[in-house]
């Protein structure tokens, strides 16, 4: 008889341990995409656009044919408007008439039936787009259209450098946009032109309820998903297996997949701060630290934990993370209507100086979290309720491969911050995650 190796009767461990907490999660709760939402829903976003463009008119692209052998998924801002997951198709939005014309190379059951499917107002071949594109644009004051590349699962505005242009630079390419914009104009003559974005992300930031439901969903998937690896933790599993498990979690919830590729840092790898190469094999006392959330329904939450392979916690370790958690928790409280990132920055660094921890923590207070990791947002505008932020007070000391995280998606109410990561499945506490790692053993 062959006898497995630990790391996969480890993963087959908790593929078992994992279904009973997973199926908290019902198949009747498992959409994706647009079964998550209602034609209602998409309708009030692209009133809200009306309102905003006024005469003006959007028009739009989807994302393109899948390359070979992978997943197709639709961009976020087209699926925020109209929920519609196929390739190559063109979304017009006529604020004047506030009417939608969705251009598309499939209209399987007719268009009067993806009229009433889609609750847009015209579906035509997208065969016939120049000649209609004329006829719509011919009285248009402006037109919106994208100034960046559609964001895919894994990608956020802050990823698109030199106005989206391909690498290496000087190579002379244009980008996808600026073709868009050229084709556009080419058809509809030349027009006052805007950026789609400054409509968009003012929109996008603030969740609705039913935004709000799917978000809620997704931390219950990544809560799970790195619960189950922290119990999978042990010497000897590759980094990469522990990848493994939390792709899995989030595919058996019903997820297109992991949002991004998991960030999962052993040993001297943990100051890495996006490591993802995911190699190493964990030793004895190793620390870890998981990034990690699903692509759920086209949306995220983005969470952090960190714990030993083995044994406790170092001593200074422990007590970093101790008072980091302090930080974290005042900072999560002063999430509330009227609060901006930098002012919650400030806020923990004050707490950060009251530990004695201030010259250890890097970086700001955190970053949106919606449709992508770090979604669209106003750096300086005051929150509302609906506003998604995630609080990251982190500590990196590179010499001493010290890096401790904690990252969790907070939802802005009007009663102030609720934490969307379920705190019950996965805690914040130091012997909280020590007792999930060796609770299977």
Avoid at 53 to 66: E, Q
């Amino acid at each position: 008889m062959t006898t497995l190796s630990s790391p996969v009767r480890t993963l087959g461990l908790v593929i078992m341990l994992s279904a009973a907490v997973s199926a908290q999660i019902t198949p009747a709760e498992r959409p994706f995409g647009a079964g998550a939402f209602t034609k209602g829903e998409f309708a009030a976003r692209r009133a809200k656009v009306y309102d905003a463009i006024g005469d003006g008119m959007v028009i739009l692209y989807g994302a393109p044919k899948r390359e070979r052998y992978r997943r197709w998924r639709q961009h976020n801002n087209f699926f925020w408007l109209c929920g519609v997951e196929r390739a190559d198709t063109v979304l017009v939005l006529d604020g004047k008439k506030r009417e939608a014309t969705l251009f598309t190379k499939r209209i399987k059951a007719g268009a009067t039936a993806e009229q009433e499917r889609t609750g847009l107002e015209h579906v035509v071949s997208i065969g016939r787009f120049e000649p209609i594109l004329i006829e719509l644009t011919k009285d248009a004051k402006r037109l919106y259209l994208p100034r960046w590349p559609g964001e895919g699962s894994a990608q956020a505005r802050d990823s698109f450098s030199r106005w989206g242009k391909p690498d290496p630079p000087f190579d002379g390419r244009s980008s996808r946009p600026q073709d868009f914009r050229s084709g556009i104009l080419r058809i509809a003559g030349e027009k006052e032109v805007k950026d789609l974005e400054t409509i968009l992300d003012p929109l996008r930031r603030v969740k609705s309820a039913a935004e709000i439901a799917v978000m809620r969903k997704a931390a219950r998937i990544g809560a799970i998903a790195i619960r189950d690896a922290i119990t999978a933790t042990r010497p000897g599993i590759l980094e990469a297996e522990l990848q493994g498990v939390v792709e899995l979690a989030c595919l058996r919830a019903g997820a297109h997949a992991s949002a991004w590729t998991p960030i999962v840092a052993a040993g001297p790898n943990i100051t890495d701060f996006h490591y993802m190469d995911n190699q190493r094999r964990l030793v004895a006392d190793d620390m870890v630290l998981i990034d990690a959330g699903p692509d759920y329904a086209y949306y995220t939450t983005d969470i952090t934990r960190v714990w030993p392979t083995s044994g406790t916690y170092p001593k200074r370790w422990r007590e970093i993370y101790d008072k980091l958690l302090i930080v974290h928790r005042k900072t999560i409280a002063a999430v509330k209507p009227g609060m901006t990132y930098r002012k919650l920055t400030g806020i923990l660094r004050s707490e950060a100086r009251a530990q004695g921890i201030a010259n250890l923590v890097v970086g700001g207070a955190g970053h949106y979290t919606g449709m992508s990791p770090h979604d669209v947002g106003s750096w300086g505008e005051p929150f509302v309720a609906g506003v998604v932020f995630n609080v990251e007070p982190l500590v990196i000391v590179p010499e001493e491969h010290l890096h401790i995280r904690f990252e969790d998606t907070v939802l802005c109410t009007e009663n102030g911050g609720e934490v969307l990561t379920p705190l019950d499945v996965l805690p914040w506490g130091a012997d909280a995650l020590l007792k999930i790692r060796d609770e299977q053993r």
